[in-house]
């Protein structure tokens, strides 16, 4: 490639980097946002969470016009083409983190009785933990860190320790309680959408990898 050719392709995945990022940042902002708003009952907060979702859609539809750009005019070879590809994918995966975080938002007005559900003290230490999962997977993702990407594979266990924790927990509750049956189906999916959250975080770790070292984690890691 002529110099000019490299440095509009550095131009382009340093865009694409940055879109990224951005995205990262709304995602985890959506988690701890649904995640206080359901806590407080604030259903106005979680509006703004629901809201705020069409930005992520907004920037992923411009991740996908930007890679598709650079493969059709900079036809990228081995690595470059790894590190386009992996965007691609990881703006889809934190589309979906984001609709979870909006789907959370959406339950927030269906709760009743919420100082009767234990789940709701153990519910925002699981968000923290997806959310982190999400914040360290796109700072290795930024500094193609494939270890720091493994570590985030392994913390998924927490989240879903956590969210069998939960499951019991309100199951438990529902049949000695079956008036609150409603609610308490409303917070097996809040649970449910954190539990994914790690899944997806997990996703992009292994596609951190990937676009790091060519290959993915081992087998006895994911």
């Known amino acids: 490639m002529t110099d000019h050719t490299v440095k509009a392709f550095d131009e382009d995945i340093t865009r694409l980097r940055g879109l990224i990022g951005e995205m990262g940042g709304l ?5 701890e946002e649904a995640l206080a708003s359901l806590v407080a009952g604030d259903t106005k907060r979680a509006d703004k969470v629901v809201k705020a979702d069409k930005k992520l859609d907004e920037l992923e ?15 990228p070879m081995a690595d470059d083409l790894r590190e386009v590809i992996a965007a691609l994918k990881i703006a889809g995966v934190i589309e979906r983190i984001g609709d979870y975080s909006k789907n959370i938002a959406k339950r927030v007005g269906k709760i009743e009785g919420r100082d009767r559900f234990e789940p709701l003290t153990l519910l925002p230490a699981m968000g923290e933990v997806a959310g982190e999962m999400v914040h360290d997977v796109l700072t290795a993702y930024a500094a193609r860190d494939a270890g720091l990407a493994r570590e985030v594979i392994a913390t998924d266990d927490k989240v879903d320790a956590f969210y069998n924790s939960i499951f019991r927990n309100l199951v438990s509750h529902m ?15 809040v649970a449910r959408n954190l539990e994914r959250i790690g ?24």
């Not at 995602?27 to 988690?31: H, L, R, S, T, Y």
């Not at 539809?61 to 036809?75: G, M, N, P, T, W």
């Not at 997806?200 to 087998?219: C, D, K, L, S």
């Open 199 to 222: 899944d997806h975080a997990t996703n992009v770790a292994e596609m951190v990898h990937f676009a790091a070292t060519g290959t993915y984690p081992p087998e006895e890691d994911r």
């Open 27 to 31: 995602a985890e902002v959506a988690i």
């Open 61 to 75: 539809s411009q991740v996908d016009k930007l890679a598709i750009r650079v493969i059709a005019l900079r036809a």
């Open 175 to 189: 049949v000695e309680n079956p008036a609150t049956i409603s609610s308490a189906a409303h917070l097996l999916f």
